[in-house]
């Protein structure tokens, strides 16, 4: 799998279609679902992003929890019973259901930021705030990688 990387603001129509960057929908190609899944940050008002092929994965690690264990049921309910498949159009657009708009304050752009494996929707000024909230936390808490790069 490709990476999302970069960050690129679109305008979003009054029908709430906006256009997917071309480079993501190259990281996305191959995949078996052609568009995006889309669903509310548990962190912040913005919008998580995946492929599909991510989406099962998440779903495979879920299955380390037991079946019927409120951890597994509360994760589950809040990324799956949330998830918004979102398919391209011919164009490389998708439709942002209204409540995911509301939920990240997206109103006609749209924020789109890689993330490595996974890309998140914001309304451009939160996004911006926060990035100086990021850049502080890095430096306050002296953060870096681990080394290896190891999973």
């Excluded at 994965?57 to 951890?71: C, G, N, Q, T, V």
Aim: aromatic share 10%; proline share 5%.
């Amino acid at each position: 799998m490709s990476l999302f990387l970069s960050t690129y603001i679109n305008k979003v129509d009054k029908k709430g279609r906006v256009s997917v960057p071309a480079s993501f929908r190259a990281a996305l190609a191959g995949q078996d679902f052609a568009g995006i899944v889309l669903f509310r940050s548990h962190a912040h008002e913005c919008l998580e992003g995946f492929g599909m092929d991510t989406m099962e994965e998440i779903s495979a690690r879920l299955d380390h929890f037991d079946l019927f264990s409120a951890a597994q049921d509360d994760l589950a309910t809040a990324i799956f019973g949330e998830a918004a498949p979102l398919p391209f159009d011919g164009e490389g657009r998708v439709i942002l259901p209204p409540d995911l708009m509301d939920f990240g304050g997206i109103g006609d752009q749209v924020a789109f930021v890689g993330m490595g494996r996974k890309f998140q929707l914001w309304a451009p000024a939160a996004f911006e705030a926060r990035k100086i909230d990021a850049r502080e936390e890095i430096r306050a808490k002296g953060l870096t990688l681990p080394r290896g790069g190891e999973r």
